[in-house]
């Protein structure tokens, strides 16, 4: 690791360059020497006419111009209406620039101007809306994802330079806190005049310059005209086959002091809604554990709308308040039901080293209901000074999962899933001169009782064949954690933090038959523990000047864990410490003003969880026993990441280049056994290694000669690995590659093409066997003409080519149809969705030693007439 480190800063070393930060001066009237008030003074790299920054002059006549890093050299600009435009070249070291301009007389003129669809002042990138802007869009994510530089994945997270957001803003305040699908799928992109990105935002106002994220922000500059109206639209559907309904009601009002978004919406057409409340900011607020499942059928990749099921409703209420400056208060409340239904055939291949594959065979559907209320209050303060946050956070769930499977018979399934979460997090951070001072505290508690029912039960090594059986769980957790950390900014900034955390886990389990729910109260099928961890956390770290551009970050995290164990069946206690490292580099270099380099390298080391000391048998599925031998597993993770970013927002190029490896060291195996589809898997001690590489490229441009937005991705990646089954070692080896473009382009004022396509291969090495390789391609085109204003036809075809499919179905087609008519303040809309009544589609894919082969059932043809109207 060293000698890599090593290397990295030596390479970059050589790159870098001394500069200054500051140039000022004042401008003055070449014959009166009297100060030029309002003038406009910007910074170019000599030779270049891009802006780095500006500044306006005072009643002095005075400007500072200031930036992070310059150029060795740099040209200053002064211009202004009154005055001749005068430029001086100078060195980044020069400190004050003084000007002497002639007063000129300007005559005006009638001129167009046109604004550039993409700007950069600082490290803010600008985007004009209306020029990306098209008859077929209706909310801000439509234009999102035409943006240059910037990625919408299919769940709504937004990427910037291939990198999640840190924060999403609407008139610089985060009323969403991380949900924000509420935003981007509600908010007329009509009434956003610019779209920001931040680069390496730092929310925190205390922190500035002293903590620099390589994150990017995302902010909306709502036109004037919005700011502070009300908006209200509704939405009315209704479609065959009866009943199809699809209905929407959505309140909204922003200023930049207060902020209010209050959202229904009811959907049973194959519209996921409930993707609007994920939340994509790091962390989660819900810490709920899956330890009970229902085998239900995998979804397949295509668009969700053909093959969801569902009957969802989403109810969404936000609100934010400022009350002082920099003080807010902000309410998030959403609630979700939400009921799926899905049916399909699946087929499982094992391919196992020297012995027959193993084969599952099942066909089986599921029902998920799902009934979720969650609620968060949060106070923050955000000066120059100080930063105080607080988040109260209680969420709810009554979820619940049936279904059926046949394999030689039909096996019943019913999963329970109550569960209750509360969290509060505290955050305050203190800012005097180059000292901050910062300490975090965070409480939590959860609690769950699930409940598997199966009928009949397959089990009959320990029960009586063809009973009822049902798996009972209480889980709780408790969880603390407190830091203080605290920074001295110099050449050597030098950074520490030091915590204390504790986990309290308490679980039970057992496993009753038959109608009457008798215990079967063997010590194998039971657990009933509680396991105490608590910990210190230690992290110095330093921030190391060596240019005014390179500045890596060192940090070297020791924590010291104990862990307590109580089994209650087993009458078995044991105390144990561990120590575990993090130590890690961090670089974020800039080369130019246009190219960027992130790189880190890191190690840590780590131990299993509670999950390991489950020893008793537990029926985790209908067809599935595990359990523990309370082996602790180790592991330590390498990881090396390097992402090199181009952008230009005057020619509109945006480019990325990732490149990560990782290596894992784990001490043990699962050896999973199999008798006929009955499976259990048991730990054993089998010290080993994975490895993971992988790169991508993107590239994202706007084409103006042919009115077109386009963008493009590779990739590739490669695993080792090995795997247990049978007790048989399987080294295995995947390499995937992928290439994928996309385009939408403008043809005159009557028609919008779309057109994207994408393709990716998959090769597997099993030991010494090579299994065929798989090639998956998909494209998809959409077309919308416009034969005059407020009247749009759109139709799109999708295709899917799966090689490994051995039949006609290896290739599928899917096809839709859409007229929309705008009035005043009424749109209307008529879609005609699945036009071929494609009703199944086969997919074939390879995971780790596994191959599956699924035929999933697809929703029919459907006709769905919409209204959409504004109340106010």
């Known amino acids: 690791m ?60 005075s400007y500072t111009l200031k930036r992070a890093s310059m150029p060795d050299s740099v040209t200053i600009s002064v211009r202004s209406m009154t005055i001749e435009t005068q430029s001086k070249t100078v060195k980044n070291n020069v400190g004050s620039v003084e000007f002497l301009v002639k007063e000129k007389v300007t005559e005006l003129k009638e001129v167009i101007v046109k604004a550039p669809k993409v700007r950069q002042l600082g490290d803010t990138i600008h985007y004009d809306v209306s020029s990306f802007l098209d008859e077929t869009d209706k909310s801000i994510g439509d234009v999102l994802k035409k943006l240059p530089g910037v990625q919408v994945l299919s769940s709504g997270q937004i990427l910037y330079q291939n990198k999640a957001i840190s924060k999403f803003y609407v008139e610089g305040l985060d009323l969403l806190k991380g949900k924000y699908g509420i935003a981007t799928n509600n908010i007329d992109a009509k009434n956003v005049a610019s779209v920001q990105v931040l680069e390496n935002h730092q929310p925190i106002k205390a922190l500035k310059d002293m903590e620099i994220p390589e994150e990017a922000a995302i902010n909306l500059k709502l036109k004037k005209s919005a700011l502070g109206a009300f908006f209200a639209t509704a939405q009315l559907g209704v479609g065959l086959p009866w009943p199809l309904l699809s209905n929407e009601l959505v309140g909204m009002r922003f200023t930049q002091r207060e902020q209010n978004m209050l959202v229904y919406k009811g959907d049973n057409t194959g519209r996921d809604i409930a993707q609007e409340i ?11 554990t899956s330890f009970l499942n229902v ?25 934010l308040r400022t009350f002082k400056k920099d003080l807010t208060l902000t309410t998030n409340i959403n609630y979700l039901f939400d009921k799926h239904t899905s049916d399909s055939y699946v087929r499982r291949d094992v391919f196992v080293d020297g012995s027959e594959n193993i084969r599952i065979e099942e066909d089986m559907n599921s029902r998920l209901l799902k009934r979720e209320l969650e609620g968060a209050i949060t ?28 394999t ?56 009586d064949a063809d009973s009822l059986m049902r798996q009972d769980i209480l889980y709780n957790r408790f969880a603390t954690n407190t830091s203080v950390s605290g920074s001295r900014e110099g050449k050597v900034s030098l950074h520490y933090s030091a915590g204390v955390f504790s986990n309290h886990y308490t679980f039970q389990s057992a496993l009753h038959e038959g109608l009457n729910a008798m215990l079967l109260s063997t010590d194998s099928l039971r657990n009933q523990f ?67 380099l992130y790189g880190s390298a890191s190690h840590n080391n780590n131990i299993g969880g509670m999950r390991e000391d489950l020893i008793g048998y537990m029926m985790t599925s209908y067809r599935n026993l595990s359990r523990n031998d309370g082996l602790q597993s180790k592991n330590s993770t390498a990881n090396i990441y390097v992402n090199l970013n181009y952008r230009n927002p005057f020619t509109t190029l945006f480019m990325t280049l990732g490149v990560n490896w990782m290596n894992n060291w784990r001490n043990m195996l699962y050896d999973t056994r199999y008798t006929g589809i009955l499976s259990s898997a048991t730990g054993i001690l089998h010290p080993h290694s994975a490895q993971q590489f992988s790169t991508g490229f993107s590239i994202g441009k706007s084409v103006d000669d042919i009115s077109s937005e386009l963008r493009a991705n590779a990739g590739y990646a490669r695993n080792q690995s090995i795997a247990l089954n049978q007790g048989v070692i399987s080294p295995y080896t995947s390499d995937s590659y992928n290439v994928s473009a996309s385009s939408t382009t403008d043809i005159g004022q009557f028609m919008i093409l779309k057109y994207s396509a994408a393709y990716s291969q ?40 799966n090689n490994a499919i051995q039949s006609s179905a290896r290739s599928s087609w899917f096809g839709n149809m859409g007229v929309k008519y705008k009035l005043k303040n009424v749109d209307l809309m008529l879609d005609w969705t699945n036009i071929f009544n494609t009703n199944k589609f086969i997919t074939y894919s390879y995971s780790d030693i596994s191959s599956f082969y699924s035929v999933y059932n697809l929703r029919p043809s459907e006709v769905l007439l919409r209204v959409r109207f504004k109340i106010l």
């Open 2 to 61: 060293r000698p890599i480190i090593t290397f990295l800063l030596s390479f970059l070393f050589s790159f870098s360059v001394f500069s200054q930060t500051e140039i000022s001066g004042r401008v003055l009237d070449a014959a009166t020497r009297k100060p030029v008030e309002a003038a406009t003074v910007t910074l170019h790299p000599a030779g270049s006419t891009s802006i780095l920054t500006y500044s306006m002059t005072d009643k002095e006549g």
């Open 278 to 288: 994920i939340s994509f900011y790091g962390g989660t607020d819900d810490a709920t």
């Open 295 to 319: 085998v239900s059928p995998s979804p397949p990749n295509i668009n969700r709308q053909h093959f969801l099921f569902n009957d969802a409703h989403l109810g969404s209420l936000n609100d």
């Open 379 to 406: 106070l923050e303060s955000n000066t120059d000074n100080y930063f105080l946050n607080n988040k109260l956070n209680l969420s709810s769930k009554w979820n619940d999962e049936s279904g059926d499977v046949w």
């Open 408 to 463: 030689d018979r039909m096996i019943s399934q019913r999963l329970k899933l109550p569960s209750m979460h509360a969290a509060n997090s505290f955050d305050y951070v203190r800012r005097t001169g180059k000292k901050r001072f910062r300490i975090q505290s965070d409480v939590s508690y959860t609690t769950q009782e699930n409940t598997l029912s199966v009928s009949p039960s397959i089990f009959g090594s320990f029960s």
């Open 530 to 596: 509680s396991r105490g961890e608590i910990g210190l956390r230690v992290s110095p770290g330093m921030r190391v000047t060596i240019t005014e551009k390179l500045k890596p970050y060192f940090s070297f995290p020791v924590t010291y864990l104990l862990v307590n164990k109580n089994d209650q069946v087993r009458s078995n206690d044991s105390r144990i410490g561990y120590w575990l490292f993090a130590p890690n580099v961090y670089l974020d270099y800039p080369l130019s003003t246009r190219i960027t």
């Open 762 to 801: 998959s090769r597997i090495r099993i030991s010494n066997t090579r299994l065929d390789p798989m090639h998956y391609f998909t494209q998809s085109l959409n077309t919308s003409f416009i034969p005059k204003k407020g009247l749009i036809f759109n139709i799109g075809f999708n295709h899917y080519f």
